[in-house]
Structure formats: C-alpha cells, structure tokens
Nanobody, 123 residues
Framework: VQLQASGGGLVQPGGSLRLSCAASELDYYTIGWFRQAPGKEREGVSCISSSDGSTYYADSVKGRFTISRDNAKNTGYLQMNSLKPEDTAVYYC???????????????????WGQGTLVTVSS
C-alpha cells in the first residue's frame, strides 16, 4: 500500500488545516495519523477503523481534530481545528490491515507509512 500525506503548512494559533492521505487502496485498512515534533517521540493522534468507522483520539486533540475516510476516493482526512503551537510537528498517515484491537494509536501496529507533511502553528 502506498500512502501520500498532504495538506500541511503554516497556520496561526486558532486556525485550521485539513490533512489528506491518498492511498493506493484503503478498503479493509485502519487509517492512523501520527505526529513527531523535533526532539520528541512519534505520537499517535487519531485513527479510524476499517470495519465500522470507529474513531480514536489522543487526549491532546480530542474535541479539536476529526478523522474521516472516503473509501471511494481511497483517501483519509484529518481536520484540525483550534490549532495550538504545540501541534507543530511532522504528521504521518499510516494504515494497518483490518481493525486494531489492542492499542489503536500504537505506531507499531501499522504496516504502511506515508511521507510526512509539516504542520507549523505559529504567529
């Protein structure tokens, strides 16, 4: 599975961005979004299951970020609102075949990764 993330950029605090993850195939795959800030470990942000569209969010983004998918377009999305400077990071999308039953935001559960897209939140 090939993945390509896009949509990053520079935005002011309180602003919004929508990231996209274009995939060569998406049916039957859980989609995850991860981020890595300089000097920090990779962090799971959100994921959406393959079977019923169940969603999971890191506490740090709950209520601000929304994950979605369009299987007909083989694309996943991460809508990011009320962005904060601490959201600054390189964001990656990843996929895993089937549903993840244990730790859905654990990056080791994902098999395929796209290149990152940089999100910078700064005034």
């Amino acid at each position: 599975v090939q993945l390509q993330a896009s949509g990053g950029g520079l935005v002011q605090p309180g602003g919004s961005l929508r990231l996209s993850c274009a995939a060569s195939e998406l049916d039957y795959y859980t989609i995850g979004w991860f981020r890595q800030a300089p000097g920090k470990e990779r962090e799971g942000v959100s994921c959406i299951s393959s079977s019923d569209g169940s969603t999971y969010y890191a506490d740090s983004v709950k209520g601000r970020f929304t994950i979605s998918r369009d299987n007909a377009k083989n694309t996943g999305y991460l809508q990011m609102n009320s962005l904060k400077p601490e959201d600054t990071a390189v964001y990656y999308c990843a996929t895993a075949l089937g549903d993840i039953l244990g730790a859905p935001l654990d990056y080791s559960e994902y098999d395929f990764w796209g290149q990152g897209t940089l999100v910078t939140v700064s005034s």
